[in-house]
């Protein structure tokens, strides 16, 4: 009787090991009750594992049922290659066979990854070292391997896999990898392109053919994903200039056999191109139409453009959302006529229900406390959502500078229609410095820094700063302080304690030296979103030293009005700020009007106004224009204090010509600054070539125009200094550069001070 059971049970066993996630099919026998389980073949796998997957346990009966679901729980482990049920006068043996674990995992040639970046990702595919071994999972890794080297445009790599056994059953995994070279972009061609140069259309690509730049940019080494965009940005093209029809049709990328060059067809079909006939408004129009009207981008006659088609869509939406409707939709239905090549817009309006905002929700401030968020907000709990208001809150939390990356997402509440949840998700970023900094610049030479900064002290928003700075010319000690909520309304309050020291002995200005000693507090309104008025008050003592090279004007001062100085004085200004952004602007602009006033043993008052605005010429293209006034003059029957004069010349103002080194001149030939400046910059600002839109680097083609005029002079126009150039602004890994070179328009001969080649270099560790 055992003996029959014993030969049903191993034809049953036969076949389920014919594989290991086959479904066993044991043959009839008869069921017996178990009087003890036994496992055998078992090395690393602790016996305890095998009886807890076991369906069976001592006392029960197995029947031809559990001893098909006992085979199909032990493979399901994956432990095992091999499991077999027997019997023996009443004992059920569980006979295995063990797979290999996995004893070390090597690399051999890699270069372009670190080892362990290479092992975490491989853990992942669950190839690891003490791991079950899985040829599948073997497999896996190869290919991915693979992978990480296209992604990195190495296409020639070869991965070969060795497995060696070891004892104990175990396996030791080796991956020797011939990296082979960088395989880059060399052609790109664009088929069936009519309407524009070929030029044109590639210079959209960010994928390029090799550059004097692509070496840092990596832009000529193909990329499945970059592909992808380019070819938006191409179909984006076409749509904006009117071609409704067109469409890209196929894509081939080929690689050479030595696997080194890549060369990338996009075959297009651009169609014909359309213009609007009619734009319509329909559906339920809640605000006058005259209004919508006005928002709508694209006119009847004008050239089909996509972008100003979502524009309109986008400004008519977010209207209706400023009045409450957050889910507005405004679709604009096509009626395309083929024969006349024209196309009607009929834009429906649905703007759903109006919602209330129930609550504001601030996540990701772990350290900012939650009020220095909130104060920023300008949509309200329980008010009509407001789109507008709830983007500005956004654009305000983000200027705060505390944090990296802000977002805002609405949401439904559920079982209220008229209600949505308003989420502020916010990202910090170490807003504290420990700074030391070496620099080197036209102006100050070699420079020297430190600095203790924390912008956001403790979560509060409030700002503190302690700064050394050696320079050349310039050495400061400063330690500053602002509270920028000193009350509920946003009025800022400010402390400054200084010293300061500037040694002008090196410049075109003469040789004299003043040290500062000074102290001050500043308060600052704002009066809507855009403006803020401020005023301060300030204390200075100030020693003047002259030297026997010191100009005679500036000898003559110290000998009427001394050495030693000390005064007070009032500061006032007003700024209107509509930039976009404070790291790349594109639009918008800053006007500021400014004054000071001073009296004591110095008397004197200084005005000054600027302006600037950008305007987006095009995708990459931006005009940049400042301008800059300046004027001031002596109180009390006492000149202007001629280290509170104003200078001109070098990079901040008119590049090309040495630093400080325009307007009137004394005998020996130092400038002497004047009472009134007047400085303009007309500028394009672009990408670098070959550089896409990387956004750390840009180039600018500039106009610089500037002079400065003494007391009493003629103001004339006609003896402003003019130059152009180009300058190259690059925040580049070990710190920011700024390089120009200009060119002098109407130098004055043997009077100017050129100074074609200026820059500004510096970093921190």
């Not at 409450?324 to 834009?347: L, M, S």
Request: charged share 25%; hydrophobic share 40%.
């Amino acid at each position: 009787m055992p003996m029959c059971l014993v030969a049903a049970l191993a034809c049953a066993l036969l076949v389920a090991a014919g594989a290991a996630h086959a479904q066993p099919q044991p043959p009839t026998f008869r069921p017996f009750v178990i009087k003890d389980i036994r496992v055998e073949g078992v090395q690393r796998t602790d016996p305890g594992t095998v009886f807890s997957y076991l369906p069976v346990k001592v006392g029960e009966t197995l029947t031809e049922e559990k001893a098909q679901q006992a085979l199909r729980a032990l493979f399901a482990t994956g432990f095992f290659k091999d499991v077999r049920l027997e019997a023996d006068n009443g004992v059920l043996v569980v006979q295995v066979e063990e797979r290999p674990a996995i004893a070390q995992v090597d690399f051999a040639g890699v270069s372009e990854f670190q080892p362990d970046a290479l092992r975490r990702v491989l853990r992942d595919l669950g190839l690891a070292e003490g791991r079950i071994f899985d040829r599948s999972a073997l497999d896996s890794a190869e290919q991915e391997l693979k992978r990480q080297y296209l992604s990195r445009g190495k296409y020639a790599a070869e991965v070969q896999t060795t497995v060696t056994p070891l004892e104990r059953n175990r396996v030791a995994i080796s991956f020797a990898v011939i990296e082979g070279e960088v395989a880059n972009i060399r052609g790109i061609n664009i088929v069936g392109a009519k309407a524009f140069p070929e030029a044109e259309l590639l210079d959209l690509f960010v994928l390029r053919t090799p550059g004097w730049l692509t070496w840092y940019t990596k832009h000529d080494q193909y990329s499945r994903q970059r592909l992808s965009a380019d070819l938006e940005t191409l179909r984006s093209h076409y749509l904006d200039q009117g071609y409704l029809d067109f469409n890209v049709e196929s894509t081939q990328v080929s690689i050479t056999p030595d696997r080194q060059d890549i060369y990338i067809t996009v075959n297009v079909s651009e169609g014909d191109k359309y213009t609007v006939s009619s734009v319509q408004l329909a559906g339920q129009l809640l605000v006058p139409s005259e209004e919508l009207e006005s928002l709508i981008r694209i006119k009847p006659g004008d050239v089909f453009s996509r972008r100003r088609l979502t524009e309109t869509t986008k400004a008519i939406s977010d209207r209706l959302g400023n009045d409450g409707y957050a889910f507005a939709n405004a679709n604009a239905v096509p009626q395309v006529d083929k024969e006349k090549r024209t196309v009607a817009f009929t834009i429906l309006l649905d703007p759903g229900r109006r919602v209330y905002v129930r609550r504001i929700n601030v996540l990701g401030n772990a350290k900012t406390r939650d009020e220095v968020v909130r104060r920023e907000m300008r949509q309200l709990e329980g008010a009509y959502y407001d789109a507008s208001r709830i983007q500005l809150s956004r654009r305000r939390i983000d200027r705060t500078r505390f944090f990296s990356d802000v977002s805002v997402q609405t949401t439904p509440v559920e079982g209220s229609p008229d209600q949505v949840d308003v989420t502020y998700t916010v990202e910090e970023k170490p807003t504290g410095a420990l700074m030391v900094g070496v620099g080197f610049s036209s102006v100050d030479r070699l420079i020297l820094s430190a600095s203790i900064t924390q912008p956001n002290v403790f979560g509060s928003g409030k700002y503190l700063s302690l700064e050394v700075n050696s320079g050349t010319v310039n050495k400061v000690h400063a330690l500053s302080y602002v509270d920028p909520y000193y009350t509920v309304d946003g009025v800022s309050r400010g402390f400054d304690v200084y010293q300061r020291s500037v040694d002008a002995s090196t410049l075109t200005i003469g040789a004299y030296k003043t040290d500062t000693l000074g102290a001050g507090i500043r308060f600052s309104y704002p009066i809507s979103e855009r403006d803020t008025v401020s005023f301060g008050a300030s204390m200075e003592d100030v020693e003047l030293q002259t030297f026997a090279n010191s100009a005679f004007v500036h000898q003559d001062f110290a000998a009427t009005f001394g050495n030693d100085y000390r005064y007070g004085s009032l500061t006032s200004a007003w700024a209107r700020d509509t930039r976009d952004s404070l790291i790349l602007t594109t639009d918008g602009g800053l006007s500021r009007v400014s004054g000071e006033i001073a009296g004591g043993d110095l008397q004197y008052y200084r005005l000054g106004f600027n302006q600037q605005y950008y305007w987006p010429l095009s995708r990459t293209f931006t005009l940049f224009v400042n301008g800059d006034l300046g004027y001031a003059s002596g109180l009390g029957g006492k000149p202007l204090p001629f280290f509170k004069n104003y200078y001109a010349g070098g990079p901040g103002t008119v590049r090309g010509y040495d630093d400080f080194s325009l307007g009137p001149r004394d005998a020996a030939g130092n400038s002497l600054g004047g009472t009134r400046r007047i400085a303009g910059n007309l500028e394009l600002l672009f990408p670098v070539p070959g550089a896409g839109q990387d956004k750390s680097l840009r180039l600018s083609a500039f106009i610089d125009a500037g002079q400065i005029y003494a007391q009493g002079e003629k103001l004339s126009l006609s003896e402003l200094r003019y130059s152009t150039g180009l300058a190259l602004a690059w925040s580049s890994p070990v710190g920011p550069l700024r390089l120009s070179y200009a060119y002098p328009l109407n130098e004055r001969e043997g009077f100017d001070r050129v100074q074609r080649l200026q820059f500004k270099f510096g970093t921190a560790f």
